[in-house]
C-alpha cells in the first residue's frame, strides 16, 4: 500500500486509523509509518480516541518490531491508567515477542491473580509453553484450562491440533467431537473428524470415519474430499473380512462415490486429497 505522507494530515491519520480499526484490518506496517511521519507528535489532539490509537500503534509496533514504539506508547498509557490489566496485557505481549518468557509469565500471572475470570491470560501462558517447545507441559495447562473453559472452541480444536502432533489419534479424536457439539452442522469439523478416525484405521474406525465423510458431504454436496473419504473408506471395508455382510452395499457406495468423483471432472488424484493422513492396520 502506497501512502504520500506529505499530503495527509494529523486528521487524516486519524480517520484513515479508525477505518482500519472498524475493518479490523492491522496494516502494521503503514500504521507505525504514519504515527512516526505525522500522528506522534499530534496524537493529544485526538480527544477520545487517543487511547484507542495508542493500542493499535502498540500492536503494530510489536507486529514490525519497533520495540521502542511499543515501549514509548505503553508508558503514556500506564501513566494514565496505572493498574489496568489492558495496560499489563500489552506489557506481556512486549516481552512475548523480546521472548522474554519468564517476564511475560509473571505478568500474566498477576494479571490472573487480579481476575480469575480473565481467559486470554491463561491461553497466553499456553502460548509461551509451545514458544519454548514445552508440548506437553502445554497440553496439560491447555487442558487444565478447559476444565474452567468448557465451551471455547478454540482451546478444544488447538488441543486436539496438539494432540494429532503427539500421535495421540484418540484423545484428538475426543477433541473435535467437543468441537462438533458447538458445530454441528459445520462439514469440515465432520470432514475432519472422520480424517482422525481414518487415520486410526481399523474396522470399527472406518465405519465412523464413513459416517461422518457422509454427512460433511450432505451439509456440503460441492465438498470433495468427502467423497474421496466415502470411496477410500468403502474400499477398506470392503477388503475387511469383519463386514462382509455389507460387502454389496459398500461395493454400491463406492461405485456411487467414483461415478460423483468422475462427474465432477476433478483430476486430483487419491494420494494428493489424502496425502496428510497414514492409515493403520488392523
Known sequence: MSIDYEKMSWSDVRDQFRTWREETGRHSEEVVQLWVAVLEDKVHKTGNERHLILEQVII???????????????????????????????????????????????????????????????????AILKARGRRLEAIKELNEYLKKFMSDQEAWHELCNMYLAEGEFGKAAFCMEEVLLHNPHSHLIHQRLAEIRYTMGGVENMESARTYYSQALKLNPHNLRALYGIYLCCNHLDNSRAVSSKRKELQKLSQWALEQLLSKQTIVPLEAAFGNLEIKSN
Not at 494514565?80 to 515477542?97: D, I, N, W
Open 60 to 126: 503494530a509496533a510489536l507486529d514490525t518490531a519497533r520495540f521502542d514504539i511499543a515501549t514509548e506508547c505503553t508508558k503514556q498509557l500506564a501513566l494514565e491508567f496505572p493498574g489496568s490489566l489492558r495496560v499489563m496485557k500489552f506489557k506481556a505481549m512486549r516481552y512475548e515477542a523480546l521472548e522474554q518468557y519468564d517476564e511475560a509469565d509473571e505478568v500474566l500471572d498477576a494479571i490472573i491473580a487480579k481476575d480469575e475470570t480473565n481467559a486470554a491470560p491463561r491461553k497466553r501462558k499456553i
